[in-house]
């Protein structure tokens, strides 16, 4: 049975982001992770050493994450991310879409609102992630949400840290220019019609994962 383990984007229910995973790959056994303080570089050695898998999925916040701490991954793992980023903010023209004085208004907004759910539904709304209002609940506490913006604040890497790594993102995606992004990542799959839902995304990295071998039963 091929293992996986997934690396959550920002906000996402695990266990919606693990039915997806789930259905892109279903005979699996699937590890969902959520970073709780994804600047610290001890927590992902930690997490990752935890999960030895054959497969990392990185998405979203998760990609930069997998990206970042690539280098506390087994030898001879198959690795891929999708909705990539290397920079969520604009500033440094690797195709987040995002300006700091946006993220930094949505951290305070985040930071004073006493209704987190108002919030997260605007975004998910913008971000047309489908999944139900029932599993909002189930989403991280505020500080963890906040210490995830501050993470794609903070956080950088170039696109030769992808070289390794099989990269999918949506031409629509809301977040990240596709266009500048393959600048970044010749090697990077842009799918027709897609945007930052994983669900497409996850589909089209199963098919490419069979296209060149890879034993996705």
Known sequence: MLTITAISGWAVPETWFAEQVKSSFPNSDIKIVYPENPENAEEAKFILSQFQSQLYIGYSLGSLWLLKYQRFLPENCQ????????????????????????????INILTNSTNKMKVLKDFFSFADLPYPDSQIDTIRDKKTL???????QNISVTGKETNDFLSIIGEN?????????????PHLKIINGAGHSPTPLLNKLAQVLQEIGFNIK
Not at 173 to 185: P, R
């Open 146 to 152: 906040i210490r995830g913006l501050e993470f794609l």
């Open 173 to 185: 995606d809301a977040f990240i220019d596709a266009g500048k992004l393959k600048f970044h990542i």
């Open 79 to 106: 690795k891929a991310i999708i909705a990539p980023i290397l920079a969520f903010i604009n500033k440094n023209n690797l195709g987040g879409k995002t300006s700091e004085s946006q993220l930094k208004n949505l």
